[in-house]
């Protein structure tokens, strides 16, 4: 240990840049784009700092134009697989040994190099692989990721720094150790930020990673790790392997040495991992933990007192940015009758403003959906909704002839059970249930009730003593609540981001209770006098 007790520098959260006409962020970030869409990488696995390629490959395309090639990349075979395991566990006792104000000064150098050298490369990345607008990249690859870097080493620290209490002649401590074996860390295509801080936020806790990127985040996801070993990471201490998710399973989930297993993706997949490893649980070397963030049904439900344009805003915003592509994503909306005849005109209104399209275009508010099978699936609930008696399509529509377009999608549920409002869909769809006014009780329990999700809600009203009656009938409802605002857009430091029933463990990404689940805590008591007789004076009796 070093000869001082090092204050951390300070976390506050990244500046959101604007990209307005000239500005210097907008011009980086176009030539980027640009120099990008003229390479094709090919990107390796790397594992112990050293670059494999296989036999296996897959292309990157733009899901904005799918017949344009990004890249490719190799697959992980068993071979791969096993050496990642291998190496990770190699690198862990020097990583774990290595001094904490080490370690975070690596992820803190990843940091600035994101925020400053890497913010246009990494955007780019983003905006090109997995069509996110500037936008949305700026606030995902380049802040929110940023951001989880910085917070999660001064959630590190304040850990570190929380020591029990010691009575006269004993000092106690507390030692908090990374976990037994290696982290599984299994990232999702939506968010570059989420892939960096499943593996990174154990590794600040010393832990060491093996790191399976979804296979349509390759690219950004990539660029990402390039920068981590600019920053000074060790060799071994995140791998990086992209592979197939029955290898996955099979091979790293099952292995007697996973100590930990850190997730966001499908509801599915992790119910899948959740009994793999019960089913395994005589075989690990430790209880692996196992976090996860997954799916979510997410709402916003008004009451009649609320203010129409900020709800249609939060709709409209909430539902449509980034495709629908987000955890927190809006899908359901729950409207008194009352005000449903204004908002379906508002929300019409501002729907037709809304232009989709390759994001080189900054004019775009939307672009594609990630790929062919997300495409196709969601217009599975598009074609359903046209001919269904339960339900009308108020507007939407569909065309992937050049790109994995879906244009914003509107549905009128007639019953509060009908599919699409209570089924995960995963794009710009969003289905609006109309309640009576005088079954606003009632409604507040079906949204609580209608689906197996508790990720995020919103509730707009201006009663005050409505809020609080709609606060309380929906605690269960969601881990991010909103009052009056869109249910999207947490932020690292501000909104821990999590939830509970079939969304997650609810183990708050972006907090210190994240970091709490990376560690192995040590109790250590240190007597300076010990006694030297086993009696006690209650022995002496007379």
Same mark, same amino acid.
């Given at each position: 240990?070093?000869?001082?007790f090092f204050m951390m520098p300070k976390a506050v959260n990244e500046p959101v840049l604007n990209y307005a006409p000239g500005s210097t962020e907008k011009k980086l970030v176009k030539a980027e784009l640009e120099r990008q869409s003229k390479l094709v990488l090919d990107i390796p696995l790397i594992i112990g700092g050293k670059e494999y390629r296989t036999s296996t490959k897959r292309k990157i395309v ?161 660029y990402v790790m390039k920068v981590f070993m600019e920053a000074g990471l060790p060799d071994g201490v995140i791998n990086f392997l992209p592979c197939s998710g029955v290898d996955a399973g099979k091979h790293i989930i099952g292995d007697p040495e996973m100590g930990g297993f850190h997730f966001t993706g499908s509801t599915a997949v992790f119910k899948t991992i959740w009994e793999q490893v019960g089913r ?19 709402? *916003?439900?008004?009451? &009649?007192? !609320?203010?129409?344009?900020? +709800? ?5 915003? #909430? @539902?449509?940015? /980034? ?58 609930? *598009?074609?359903?909704? &046209?001919? !269904?008696?339960?339900?009308? +399509? ?5 065309? #992937? @002839?050049?790109? /994995? ?138």
């Amino acid at each position: 240990m070093s000869n001082g007790f090092f204050m951390m520098p300070k976390a506050v959260n990244e500046p959101v840049l604007n990209y307005a006409p000239g500005s210097t962020e907008k011009k980086l970030v176009k030539a980027e784009l640009e120099r990008q869409s003229k390479l094709v990488l090919d990107i390796p696995l790397i594992i112990g700092g050293k670059e494999y390629r296989t036999s296996t490959k897959r292309k990157i395309v733009m899901p904005h134009n799918h017949k344009h090639v990004l890249a490719e990349f190799s697959i992980a075979s068993v071979k791969e697989i096993e050496l990642a395991k291998k190496t990770a566990l190699e690198a862990k006792e020097t990583w774990a040994n290595m001094p904490f104000e080490h370690r975070a000064s690596i992820f803190l150098k990843a940091a600035e190099l994101i925020s400053t050298k890497y913010r246009a490369q990494i955007n780019a990345a983003t905006m090109l692989g997995q069509s996110k607008t500037i936008y949305q990249a700026e606030i995902d690859s380049a802040c929110e990721l940023v951001d989880f870097l910085r917070f999660n080493v001064s959630f590190a620290e304040e850990i570190y720094k929380s020591q029990p209490q010691s009575s006269a002649g004993v000092w106690n401590r507390m030692e908090y150790r990374p976990l037994d074996g290696f982290v599984a860390a299994v990232s999702p295509f939506n968010f570059t930020a989420i892939g960096a801080n499943l593996c990174s936020c154990p590794a600040i806790m010393g832990n060491t990673v093996v790191w399976k990127p979804a296979m349509t985040a390759v690219l950004s996801n990539y660029y990402v790790m390039k920068v981590f070993m600019e920053a000074g990471l060790p060799d071994g201490v995140i791998n990086f392997l992209p592979c197939s998710g029955v290898d996955a399973g099979k091979h790293i989930i099952g292995d007697p040495e996973m100590g930990g297993f850190h997730f966001t993706g499908s509801t599915a997949v992790f119910k899948t991992i959740w009994e793999q490893v019960g089913r395994n649980i005589n075989n690990y070397r430790a209880y692996p933990r196992l976090v996860g963030e997954t799916g979510g049904k997410d709402f *916003i439900f008004a009451h &009649k007192s !609320a203010a129409l344009e900020p +709800l249609v805003t939060a709709m409209v915003r #909430g @539902s449509f940015e /980034y495709q629908g592509q987000k955890c927190s994503a809006a899908s359901r909306a729950f409207i008194p009758r009352s005000m449903f005849p204004d908002v379906k005109r508002r929300l019409m209104e501002e729907i037709a403003k809304i232009k989709v399209g390759d994001v080189s275009d900054f004019t775009n508010f939307m672009s594609a959906v990630i790929d062919e099978a997300s495409f196709k699936n969601i217009c599975s609930y *598009i074609d359903e909704a &046209k001919t !269904a008696k339960d339900a009308e +399509l108020l507007c939407g529509g569909y065309d #992937g @002839s050049v790109g /994995y377009f879906i244009q914003p999608t509107v549905i009128l549920a007639k019953k509060a059970d009908y599919r699409s409002m209570h089924e995960e869909i995963f794009g710009p769809v969003l289905t609006i249930f109309v309640y009576e006014d005088e079954d606003f009780d009632k409604t507040l329990k079906i949204c609580d009730e209608g689906a197996a999700y508790a990720l995020t809600g919103a509730l707009f009203a201006k009663d005050r003593e409505v809020i609080v009656h709609m606060e309380k009938a929906l605690r269960q409802a969601a881990g991010n609540f909103y009052i009056n605002d869109k249910p999207t857009g947490a932020v690292v430091g501000q909104q821990p981001f999590g939830g509970a029933r079939a969304s997650g463990t609810n183990d708050k990404a972006g907090s210190i209770l994240n970091l709490f689940r990376w560690i192995s805590p040590r109790t250590i008591k240190e007597t300076f006098n010990p006694p030297t007789s086993f009696e006690y004076p209650f022995m002496q009796e007379k």
